[in-house]
């Protein structure tokens, strides 16, 4: 298989279903559980669970008539009519505007069954349209042409003419709703279509003229349902318990998103009675999925011209042969095929391989101890074979046998790899990251930061923050490690800038979770998520070098937040910073399961009813680069009058992302209030990391 940046490229391009458009005809691969889904005989509603990216919103949209009857479609049964997909995904933002405002609720309700009527209405025109441009055996594009719609002149005196004279009405007929709902007070009432009756009477006029279409039956296909105002949802949930031959409703949603079960009525739609539930996280677990990730990867590759991909693509858009994709001979050659395209072991996990295998590591150091012996040279072998430097020692054996370099040039050379970098440890965690540097280092070096005189100490000796890299200027040639779990941010940050600033090609971060923090009154149901994780705390203010001052109509604002709550009051307290120029980010997943809701309940009070409740983003926990990721996207946000400023007060590898990305763009501002941590402020160890930079 012949690969290229430029088809790559072109692959990995639309990576989201929303940029391939409503025809996914060419790019969707029929999923080996499809079958179990009993679309081509099911009568009865279908309810669509799973979470995001497990392919719902594809699903559907193959479902959907405009990719069943593809022009890219080359052959379309005539049992296609059984199942003509109309997919409406509400606009979320603009019906959640159809509430109060001054109207009874049950004109809201008669206002969104006009909506579905509208739009849905157009769905079923649009079907025609694209019936009568395919491959579909038995339609006449002539014969839809002269369809004529006067007799829908009942619900309203403009739907007559033909069928594109009424789609334009339609069309007209949302814009006139449109205005209306942004004008509730000031636009007249327009005359509201009876939903789903609507609908029926539209259906049951085309099968009345055009006879081939006699048995179509047309399923509603609702997405992101969870989205809905809870009037609506009731609504919807109506039509799917009273579902019936040829118009049924469907859903789709988020896992565990089914808030109401009710309906406009006295009733309420239950499982197995009113429609049957598809997991499709679940199904893709349970049928290989990856063969599914490599096929789907095999079918992108293919669209864009790639040579030798391994499969018929056209058996991946066709459900009447995924029994061809269930052959083991089948599975083999793809996941063998997929294997060989993506690489292997990395440089450091060979390496580590090496040393975790006790006799790979013995013959590893008889290749060493023999490298010398020939040399003849009087070198004691820990300074060649040294296993806290993997991937270096596993090619000493090879830099032994040239005979241009000496081996005491080798093992100088291996020596300077090693340098760490820490700051005071007060807890566990802390004792066993200090460790971990030492036992990993030549040499360690004490690393603080004073907030009241702005300097710096490095192993006693102090200056300036500003001179830090004059400071670390003779560990510019060495392989650093800056131990995360024991500095502070300001000593990571400063450690971070100074460094690249040396032009040291990259650094290695060491962090290590908590197991649990001290929680003093955990007795006390009211205290329980109350966290005494720090001593004392200063105000906030600005770091060396990367301060920038903060104007209230000219600055966006970045805080990552934690379990002290009282952290995000004191900034914008002491910053008068004004809340709607502030995200949030908080560390979700969490180090622990449950834990992101210490930070949500701790964090509530100050985010209710504020303008920054709208602008929450999430990012892992223990993810330094998502945190660099979300701290980009809000710089790339600021308007070139504008400037960013960091408030790292969540966790430490949110503070690594936030440090990283503050070295670089030193016109970023930070902000930081310098807590002083309380000791044994963490109980036991948890997860340990190395994140390797590179700058």
Not at 27 to 49: C, Q, S, Y
Not at 613 to 634: D, E, H, T, W
Request: a neutral charge; charged letters at 20%.
């Amino acid at each position: 298989m012949k690969l290229s940046d430029v088809s790559l490229r072109t692959v990995f391009a639309k990576n989201r279903t929303e940029e391939l458009g409503m025809d996914v005809w060419l790019h969707f691969v029929v999923p080996l559980f499809f079958d179990r889904l009993d679309l081509g005989t099911a009568r009865k509603p279908r309810l669509f669970v799973g979470g995001r990216g497990c392919g719902k919103t594809m699903l559907l949209r193959y479902l959907s008539h405009q990719s069943a009857f593809s022009l890219d479609r080359k052959l379309i049964p005539a049992s296609a009519i059984n199942h003509i997909g109309l997919y409406w995904r509400v606009d979320t933002q603009f019906v959640v505007i159809m509430n109060e405002r001054g109207l009874p609720a049950d004109t809201w309700h008669s206002a969104f069954n006009h909506l579905l009527a509208l739009f849905l209405g157009l769905e079923i025109l649009g079907s025609l349209k694209n019936i009568g441009r395919s491959k579909f055996p038995s339609t006449k594009p002539l014969a839809l042409e002269n369809i004529n719609f006067d007799r829908l002149s009942v619900f309203d005196p403009s739907f007559t003419g033909g069928l594109d004279e009424l789609s334009r009405t339609l069309e007209s007929k949302i814009w006139e709703f449109e205005s209306w709902v942004a004008n509730v007070r000031k636009s007249q009432e327009p005359r509201f279509l009876p939903g789903a009756r609507f609908l029926s009477a539209v259906i049951a006029h085309i099968k009345s003229v055009v006879p081939c279409l006699s048995g179509a039956q047309y399923f509603v296909y609702v997405d992101e349902f969870e989205n809905l105002l809870t009037y609506q949802q009731q609504i919807l949930n109506t039509y799917v318990k009273h579902s019936e031959s040829p118009l049924i409703f469907n859903l789709a949603m988020k896992r565990h998103a089914f808030e109401t079960f009710h309906t406009v009525g006295i009733e309420s739609i239950q499982g197995i009675a009113d429609f049957r539930t598809h997991d499709l996280d679940t199904y893709l677990l349970e049928n290989n999925f990856p063969l599914f990730a490599a096929e789907v990867l095999f079918l992108n590759l293919a669209m864009a011209k790639v040579e030798g991909v391994p499969i018929d693509v056209q058996a991946l858009r066709d459900s009447d042969r995924i029994q061809e994709r269930r052959v083991d001979s089948y599975q083999r050659k793809v996941l063998g095929q997929i294997r060989e395209i993506f690489p292997g072991l990395t440089q450091a996990e060979l390496a580590m391989q090496v040393f975790a295998n006790e006799a790979l590591s013995r013959k590893l150091l008889d290749r060493v101890e023999n490298a010398i012996k020939l040399r003849q040279v009087e070198l004691p072998t820990a300074k060649l074979f040294r296993p806290t430097q993997a991937q270096a020692t596993i090619i000493i054996p090879a830099l032994l046998h040239r005979k241009k370099l000496a081996p005491e040039e080798i093992a100088e050379e291996l020596a300077l790899l090693e340098a760490g970098i820490v700051g005071q440890a007060v807890d566990d965690r802390g004792s066993a990251a200090e460790g971990f540097a030492r036992e990993n280092s030549e040499c360690v070096h004490l690393f603080s930061y004073s907030p009241e005189t702005l300097n710096v100490s490095l192993d006693s000796v102090r200056f300036s923050a500003e001179s830090v890299d004059g400071a670390l200027a003779k560990m510019a040639k060495t392989r650093i490690l800056v131990e995360a779990t024991t500095l502070g941010f300001v000593e990571i940050l400063l450690c971070c800038r100074a460094l690249k600033q040396l032009g040291v090609p990259g650094i290695s971060l060491a962090y290590i979770e908590p197991a649990s923090y001290f929680r003093p009154h955990q007795s006390l149901i009211v205290h329980r998520r109350d966290f005494e994780l720090s001593d004392e705390v200063d105000n906030f203010s600005a770091v060396p070098g990367n301060a920038v001052l903060m104007r209230s109509d000219r600055t966006k604002v970045i805080l990552f937040l934690g379990f002290e709550g009282q952290r995000m009051n004191r900034f914008l307290e002491q910053t008068a910073i004004s809340p709607s120029a502030c995200s949030i980010t908080f560390g979700v997943p969490a180090f622990r399961p449950g834990w992101e809701m210490h930070a949500f309940a701790n964090n509530f009070i100050a985010l209710r009813g504020s303008e920054m409740a709208g602008k929450i983003q999430f990012c892992g926990a223990q993810n330094p680069l998502s945190a660099y990721a979300a701290v980009k996207r809000i710089y790339d946000s600021c308007a070139p009058n504008e400037r960013l400023v960091i408030v790292p007060v969540g966790t430490k590898p949110h503070g690594i992302g936030a440090a990283l990305f503050a070295s670089e763009h030193p016109e970023t501002g930070v902000s930081y209030d310098n807590p002083k941590r309380k000791d044994k402020r963490s109980e036991s160890v948890g997860a340990w990391h190395l994140f390797d930079v590179v700058f």
